[in-house]
T-cell receptor, first 114, second 114 residues
Framework: ETGVTQSPTHLIKTRGQQVTLRCSSQ?????VSWYQQALGQGPQFIFQ???????GRGNFPPRFSGLQFPNYSSELNVNALELDDSALYLCASSPQGARSYGYTFGSGTRLTVV | QQQVKQSPQSLIVQKGGIPIINCAYE??????FPWYQQFPGKGPALLIA?????SEKKEGRFTISFNKSAKQFSLHIMDSQPGDSATYFC?????????????FGTGTRLTVIP
């Protein structure tokens, strides 16, 4: 059984650019959540996808968007990057839709915006 | 607004000591309280979790104490080892509706000295 896989592991972008981060969920998990972890802080919930639809969203602007694919993998897209978007982006998958607390986190993508 | 407050920010103990990390919350709708362990360059990993209908839960050397009336919970690590050196996050989640996303504390960096 594989865990949650995220790509790329590191990324450097320029302010104003767009970025796409990818996540493959753990086998058997059909729900994917994305979190942003700023340096020295706890993860902050961005949004969750279940059955290819957004199932909840945190306090993040619309330039943060996502997708979930039929194989349950997911993408996080961020448009018009700002310096404050520099953070570790974590993907977490869980089984059984929104009624499960069994989150498994990936190792994250470290995004640096310059 | 930080929904889960965590202290201390950092903690140094000798091997064999019992570090205690404390968390407090305000939202009485929270019904699931996990603790995560995060090593540098890795995503958070679930350590132990508790629901508010019990006051204590033990798994190996890790114990959660829960005080529902005070809206506080804490993690105790018995016989701490250098390998326990990591950042620990408490979190809370509410109900089985919506995204049941996790609200994380700000983290405690634990160092166990050999």
């Amino acid at each position: 059984e594989t865990g949650v896989t995220q790509s790329p592991t590191h990324l450097i972008k320029t302010r104003g650019q767009q970025v796409t981060l990818r996540c493959s969920s753990q086998s058997g998990h059909n729900t994917v959540s994305w979190y942003q972890q700023a340096l020295g802080q706890g993860p902050q919930f961005i949004f969750q996808y279940y059955r290819e639809e957004e199932n909840g969203r945190g306090n993040f602007p619309p330039r943060f968007s996502g997708l979930q694919f039929p194989n349950y993998s997911s993408e996080l897209n961020v448009n018009a990057l700002e310096l404050d978007d520099s953070a570790l982006y974590l993907c977490a998958s869980s089984p059984q839709g929104a009624r499960s607390y069994g989150y498994t986190f990936g190792s994250g993508t470290r995004l640096t915006v310059v | 607004q930080q929904q889960v407050k965590q202290s201390p920010q950092s903690l140094i103990v000798q091997k064999g000591g019992i570090p205690i990390i404390n968390c407090a919350y305000e939202n009485t709708a929270f019904d699931y309280f996990p603790w995560y362990q995060q090593f540098p360059g890795k995503g958070p990993a679930l350590l132990i979790a508790i629901r508010p209908d019990v006051s204590e839960k033990k798994e190996g050397r890790f114990t959660i104490s829960f005080n529902k009336s005070a809206k506080q919970f804490s993690l105790h690590i018995m016989d701490s080892q250098p390998g326990d050196s990591a950042t620990y996050f408490c979190a809370a989640s509410r109900g089985q509706t919506g995204a049941n996303n996790l609200f994380f504390g700000t983290g405690t960096r634990l160092t166990v000295i050999p």
